[in-house]
């Protein structure tokens, strides 16, 4: 169903692809939008290793949710590292992307799990009532969407191959 990765070299472990996943602040969800045409747009995220998923949340309408309820298969992706080496004419790069199911969350404790999983991520210094009381007064309209991984792969460029290379040598 999914393609072997063609530079097999360059794929990262499960464990360096997760890693991306967890510590990474933005990606980009890709859907099927109208009329055939592919439609990414960058969002925050968290990464769900125990759920093998990945929670966003977003307006109760728009484009997204329409790509969404017409056809649930996404893929995320996640750019971990970016380095531009001009001297080089590359980039020093790391990146993770994960295929799957999407559904918008209907069940009320699930949505709300979701949101303190997101709200510890971008807020981790609050407390937990700052972080209750901020997800308490916009929860109503809230809308949180999970991405059920059923694929995922990561990469990194050459150059960063063989310098993990050399050091194992």
């Known amino acids: ?57 977003c307006a109760r309408s728009g484009h997204k949710l329409d790509a969404i309820r017409q056809n ?30 999407i559904h918008i969350l209907e069940d009320e ?10 709200a510890v991520k971008y807020a981790p210094k609050d407390s937990e009532a700052g972080r209750q009381a901020a997800i308490n007064k916009d929860f109503a309209p809230l809308c949180m969407l999970k991405l059920s991984i059923g694929h995922m792969s990561g990469k990194q460029s050459i150059e960063l191959t063989r310098r993990k290379e050399s050091r194992q040598a």
């Open 72 to 101: 649930e298969k996404a893929s995320f992706c996640v750019i971990g590292q970016d380095v531009i080496v001009p001297e080089e004419y590359t980039t020093y790069y790391t990146s993770a992307i994960v295929f799957g199911q």
């Open 109 to 118: 404790a699930e949505k709300r799990r979701a949101i303190e999983k997101l």
């Open 1 to 57: 169903m999914f393609r072997d990765m063609r530079r097999k070299k360059q794929e990262l472990t499960q464990e360096e692809t997760k890693e991306i996943l967890l510590k990474g602040t933005s990606g980009v969800l890709a859907v099927l939008g109208g009329d055939g045409y592919p439609y990414a747009v960058p969002l925050s995220f968290v990464y769900d290793a125990a759920d093998a998923a990945v929670y966003f949340h």
